[in-house]
């Protein structure tokens, strides 16, 4: 396993770009993947990457090396998900990624519950707001609110969750309801955003008598992580867009409230991505069956 493991390490490396990154992301030191790229490259006798000071660039002989590397974990992954067909004990480790207000309030407390019942799985969870590529990132499946941009990847649909403008009550005493969703293009509100790096301008889709329209809405605050809008929002900041399940305790106790009740949210689709040949994998389909099951039952009723 040894000269399997030095592969496997290999293609994070190439795929992260950096050394420290990749091992972080193995669950291994530096040292250790410093270790095996030099073992991998001994048993080649050739140089995988270009190592400086700060970069680490692949080497003609390691771009050839990859795009065979990542063929043979491939066929591996698909001979250990043939045997747990036959077996029908599935066994080996998914990666799963997550945004965070889905990751922190539906995923991560259903990730237990699936060990429990699959003893032989282990999950390793990443969760971010950032914009994910699964193939290039390694993962398994991911979580996912909206529309996905990459037309190669399935979809596997959870539920279609209804959102919700709202702000403090304080923020309504300050600058007041918005008559209509005109003025939250206007220096009358802030918006407050989430933003990733290359995310486009962002727009709020709104139902209005006329069908729905999109709402360019800009603001003092932006962030690419959602709990930080609901805290700023709560602090009187600004108006949030937001899946009623991520914010439900705080509409409940009051410390936020609706606006634009008559131009609501469109829902947004919450679903499990994966690419097609991952879900051949036993365990990638248990998974996502006990993860949807799950994460249905946790949705609030509306």
Request: overall charge neutral; some cysteine; glycine content about 6%.
């Amino acid at each position: 396993m040894a000269y399997l493991d030095n592969i496997r390490t290999f293609v994070r490396v190439y795929e992260l770009g950096n050394m420290s990154a990749a091992a972080r992301d193995m669950r291994i030191s530096a040292a250790v993947a410093s270790s095996r790229i030099s073992q991998l490259e001994d048993h080649l006798n050739v140089r995988l990457f270009q190592r400086t000071t700060r970069l680490l660039n692949p080497t003609e002989q390691g771009n050839l090396f990859y795009q065979g590397a990542v063929k043979i974990l491939e066929a591996v992954d698909e001979a250990e998900a043939d045997i747990s067909s036959v077996t029908q004990t599935p066994r080996g480790t998914l990666y799963v990624a997550a945004p965070l207000g889905l990751g922190q309030r539906l995923v991560a407390p259903a990730v237990p519950k699936f060990k429990e019942a699959y003893p032989l799985i282990s999950i390793r969870l990443r969760m971010s707001d950032r914009k994910l590529d699964l193939a290039a990132e390694g993962l398994d499946a991911a979580f996912f609110l909206g529309v996905p941009e990459d037309s190669n990847l399935r979809i596997r649909k959870i539920a279609d969750c209804p959102r919700v403008l709202c702000a403090s009550p304080d923020y309504i005493r300050q600058r007041g309801q918005p008559k209509n969703s005109e003025e939250l293009k206007t220096d009358a509100h802030d918006c407050l955003n989430l933003r990733y790096p290359g995310a486009p301008e962002f727009q709020w889709p709104l139902r209005s008598q006329d069908g729905v329209k999109r709402v360019t809405v800009t603001g003092p605050f932006e962030s690419d992580h959602g709990d930080v809008l609901t805290n700023w929002a709560l602090d009187g900041h600004g108006i949030i867009l937001k899946p009623v399940f991520e914010i439900s305790e705080h509409l409940a106790s009051g410390r936020l409230v609706p606006v634009l009740a008559e131009e609501p949210p469109i829902p947004i689709q919450m679903a499990c991505l994966y690419v097609h040949r991952r879900h051949q994998d036993p365990k990638v389909r248990l998974f996502m069956d006990f993860m949807v099951d799950h994460i249905q039952a946790s949705l609030p009723s509306e």
